[in-house]
């Protein structure tokens, strides 16, 4: 079983809404990450959080830590069409073993 | 800066057939990873290395070997394809636990 689970797995919003997105994990972790993807290319990486941080900001993007209940979770802010895309969550390890989760889908629509 | 190279971009192979997948990184990277990803699914991690000369098993190895005889260079290979291990394939580097750097993927179909 994969370390990381996001939920939802589909998420449909319009233009200027924002965006939730959950990650939850299995064991302990040295930080997390989120990636994005869009359809047929690779993951870019978005933010880092460590497990001794609660709260990042970059943008638009903000993000949560939870470690004693083995979630983060992604919040986009005022979304637009072009952040439709695939959002991947990947738990790191002590061991820097990256672990991706199966990712919520997000389509924006305009 | 090329960042992470991953070649041949799309292969298609009959059962039973070997093949090599290529990953080159220009970034000095300590940390190298390979990964499948099916549709619908999340990328699952086949090996990875954590220097020259090491590699280690991740989370689904069987039918999958590799190699890093170099540091900037990570190989996959397959040495009896399978139609199960059609999927996308990416490679990717990183220092030590900090931002991953992904290629851009290659499609292998295994008919």
């Known amino acids: 079983s994969q370390q990381g689970e996001e939920d939802p797995q589909a998420l449909s919003i319009q233009e200027g809404e924002n965006a939730t997105m959950n990650c939850s994990y299995k064991?302990?972790?040295?930080?997390l990450q989120w990636y994005r993807q869009n359809s047929g290319r690779g993951l870019v990486h978005l933010i880092l959080?460590?497990?001794?941080?609660r709260e990042k900001h970059s943008g638009r993007l903000r993000v949560t830590l939870d470690t004693s209940k083995k979630s983060s979770s992604l919040l986009i802010t005022a979304s637009r069409a072009a952040d439709t895309a695939s959002y991947f969550c990947?738990?790191?390890?002590?061991?820097?073993?990256?672990?991706f989760g199966a990712g919520t889908r997000l389509f924006v629509k305009a | 800066n090329a960042g992470v190279t991953q070649t041949p971009k799309f292969r298609v192979l009959k059962t039973g057939q070997s093949m090599t997948l290529l990953c080159a990184q220009d970034?000095?990277?300590?940390?190298m990873y390979w990964y499948r990803q099916d549709p619908g699914m999340g990328l699952r991690l086949i090996h990875y290395?954590?220097?020259?000369?090491?590699?280690a098993k991740g989370e689904v190895p069987d039918g999958y070997n590799v190699s890093r005889l170099k540091k900037q260079n990570f190989l996959l290979g397959l040495e009896s394809a399978a139609p199960s291990q059609t999927s996308v394939y990416f490679c990717?580097?990183?220092?030590?636990?900090?931002?991953?750097?992904f290629g851009e993927g290659s499609w292998l179909t295994v008919v």
């Open positions: 064991t302990s972790i040295n930080n």
């Open positions: 990717a580097s990183s220092y030590a636990g900090n931002t991953i750097y």
């Open positions: 990947a738990s790191i390890t002590g061991g820097f073993k990256t672990i």
């Open positions: 970034m000095n990277h300590e940390y």
């Open positions: 290395s954590v220097g020259e000369g090491t590699t």
């Open positions: 959080i460590r497990s001794n941080e």
